[in-house]
């Protein structure tokens, strides 16, 4: 999963997180 964070890119990181 955390790899589909990476792709999206940085902002997506925080995203990410939130779940």
């Known amino acids: 999963?955390?790899?589909h964070?990476?792709?999206l890119g940085?902002?997506?990181k925080e995203?990410?997180?939130a779940h």
């Open 15 to 17: 995203e990410c997180t």
């Open 5 to 7: 964070c990476i792709n």
């Open 10 to 12: 940085n902002i997506a």
């Open 1 to 3: 999963m955390l790899q």
